[in-house]
């Protein structure tokens, strides 16, 4: 838990990754994105028209703050944050539904899957949680 928040992250080496913004906001402040030049056929009109628009010689301190946050956010997301990370599957007090994948590509992890769903399992009837045994669905071919 951080600073007394049910709070903890799945992959907490990641928000290292923070510390690498103080950079980003430094080279965003000083490479501001080139602007883009369109060039027009030249007419009489044009020639007369006096440019209003100026580039800035910096980017606009409010977008820093947008990609900053930006960039803070992914890298939180990337983290894998888990709110309430005690209160998993094994803590609720409704009844007990488990789906099991029994495909080939469960095929690798099947015995660490089974004991995972027997140990819910005995944790749910320890718990005196209503259970319902249905029938497995069967494929049916046509």
Do not use: H, Y
């Amino acid at each position: 838990m951080i600073g007394g928040l049910p709070l903890t992250f799945a992959e907490p080496l990641l928000l290292i990754g923070l510390l690498s913004l103080p950079v980003l906001w430094w080279l965003l402040r000083v490479m501001p994105p080139s602007p883009k030049r369109v060039d027009f056929p030249p007419t009489r009109l044009l020639f007369d028209i006096v440019q209003k628009e100026e580039t800035p010689s910096r980017t606009p301190w409010w977008l820093t703050a947008l990609r900053l946050l930006a960039a803070a956010l992914v890298i939180f997301a990337a983290a894998g944050p888990i709110w309430n990370p005690g209160e998993g599957i094994g803590r609720a007090n409704g009844p007990l539904v488990l789906l099991l994948d029994d495909g080939w590509s469960a095929a690798a992890s099947w015995d660490a899957r089974v004991r995972a769903a027997d140990e819910l399992i005995s944790n749910a009837d320890s718990d005196r949680r209503a259970s319902c045994r249905c029938p497995r669905r069967r494929k049916t071919s046509r």
